[in-house]
């Protein structure tokens, strides 16, 4: 065996060695398990939880807004010892010396009512004064009961618009975990393919270096017999030079690519890592018709088009109540007491009533209402504009996506027999040289088309993968079980 041979085979050895950091069978990793490593630790997958865990907090917050709500609140006490002016009953001002405590202590029970907007609320109250000084004294007042209901306006209510659009932000968050955990699957597929594509072309490397070594070796003894030329030895010679070059290359370019799918993994950088061809595809026919349909169904896009929908006829609905006449109402019933002493509080109990109604109407602002009612109605019409639009690129893209998977079958076994051809072409041509029948270019053609049909089918298995999980994105539906997409609870 010449010294180039071993040269190159402990060149081989060291790069080796140095991006597999203790190789072993143990440390081979499948494209499902990338995939489930990215989906339990990735960075993406940790952002993507927070953000749904915000959203569901977000819309128990608005759940638990229209339960009763118990309240209890106090002063105890308020003391106040001071100098304070006062109007005497002739119309002068005189000071008087204050020293006087005051608590008081209220407990109450509120409901929001979503179908007018407004709030009911039940109470009860409890109040002491104290006047310190000479003339010392106690007094106590008490409303034991009280109802009252309020509504700041009448003619626009928020609470309905919010019981409309708050469900369907929260499925639209859960759409978006979806999204988010397929997203992560395209992205690891995006990883593991750059990974496994340097991968197979050092698995070619070696393969062409131990080929291109084997021929110069058989070529310094034909040229002592004379049936090779000068010419052709040189160019073998080239052949390892450059396989050496290619070799020590791409052994870089896999360091690199190892490194950024063990980060995305958020493994250690020492992590061994030898990756599998994911080559069992499995295929299922797409009929263009049903991925529009799931599409429809279950796409957080088509929420997103009602939220859009929604929040523009608010805003013109909100628009148009302050362009009109205004009611705001307030009213109060309840029972009320006051008393030297606490039995007496519930003796002779009389009715308090107070109610309150306002308006509000605008007489003269230059057509300011006009323009915001205007301006909603051209923003609602531009959204309308603007859905009609997404829908339709949203299907156009899932015709695409439909038209490429239903191809992707045949390119893939293509792809595969066309390797298994060029591998077995390659193979009879090096014999075909060996025997002088056949020139080093047309070897070297022969390995060329051999290396290109390999990486060929690399890059078919991974436009099959992506493709995969495109259409699981766009649809939220997997076809291959025939069943949705769920977010895990």
């Not at 107070?354 to 205007?374: C, T, V, Y």
Request: aromatic share 10%; hydrophobic share 40%.
């Amino acid at each position: 065996m010449s010294q180039n041979f071993i040269r190159s085979v402990l060149l081989f050895c060291l790069l080796f060695f140095c991006y597999t950091s203790g190789y072993s069978q143990s440390d081979s990793m499948s494209l499902d398990e990338a995939i489930q490593l990215a989906k339990e630790n990735s960075f993406d997958y940790k952002v993507a939880i927070n953000r749904f865990q915000t959203s569901t907090w977000d819309f128990k917050n608005y759940q638990v807004a229209f339960l009763p709500s118990l309240y209890l609140n106090g002063t105890v006490p308020n003391y106040n010892r001071t100098i304070t002016k006062i109007t005497l009953p002739n119309g002068e001002d005189t000071f008087v010396r204050q020293n006087q405590s005051y608590s008081s202590l209220n407990l109450g029970l509120s409901q929001q009512i979503a179908a007018t907007g407004g709030r009911i609320s039940l109470a009860s109250s409890f109040n002491r004064l104290d006047v310190f000084g000479s003339s010392r004294f106690v007094n106590y007042s008490s409303i034991p009961v009280s109802v009252s209901y309020s509504q700041d306006a009448i003619g626009y209510n928020s609470f309905m618009w919010q019981r409309k659009i708050a469900p369907l932000q929260f499925s639209s968050a859960e759409k978006g975990l979806i999204i988010s955990m397929e997203q992560i699957s395209y992205q690891t597929v995006g990883y593991y393919f750059d990974m496994l594509t340097v991968q197979s072309i050092m698995k070619l490397d070696r393969q062409n270096l131990a080929n291109a070594d084997t021929l110069y070796e058989m070529a310094q003894e034909r040229l002592k017999l004379g049936t090779v030329s000068k010419s052709d030895l040189l160019q073998l010679r080239l052949n390892v030079l450059n396989s050496e070059n290619q070799l020590t290359n791409d052994s870089t370019s896999l360091v690199l690519a190892r490194q950024k799918l063990t980060n995305y993994l958020s493994l250690p950088e020492s992590t061994a890592l030898f990756l599998k061809i994911p080559d069992n595809p499995h295929f299922f026919p797409l009929r263009y018709d049903d991925a529009i349909a799931e599409a429809r169904k279950n796409s957080k896009a088509v929420i997103e088009f009602k939220l859009q929908r929604l929040e523009a006829e608010r805003a013109l609905a909100e628009t148009k109540s302050q362009n009109n006449l205004k009611f705001n109402v307030q009213a109060n019933f309840g029972l009320s007491n006051t008393s030297a002493n606490i039995p007496g509080l519930f003796n002779n109990l009389e009715s308090q009533q107070n109610i309150l109604i306002g308006f509000s109407l605008p007489l003269l602002d230059w057509g300011q209402a006009k323009i915001r009612k205007e301006r909603a109605k051209a923003n609602l019409s531009m959204v309308e504009n603007q859905v009609k639009h997404g829908e339709m690129e949203m299907e156009q893209e899932i015709a695409l996506q439909a038209a490429k998977w239903n191809l992707l079958q045949r390119q893939v076994d293509v792809a595969a027999e066309t390797q298994r051809i060029s591998i077995e072409n390659y193979e009879m041509e090096k014999q075909r040289y060996l025997m002088g029948n056949i020139t080093i270019n047309d070897l070297n053609a022969a390995r060329q088309l051999k290396d290109n049909a390999a990486n060929n089918y690399i890059g078919t298995l991974r436009r099959y993968w992506e493709s995969y999980y495109i259409i699981r994105k766009l649809t939220l539906y997997d076809f291959e079980k025939n069943r949705k997409i769920v977010v895990f609870k």
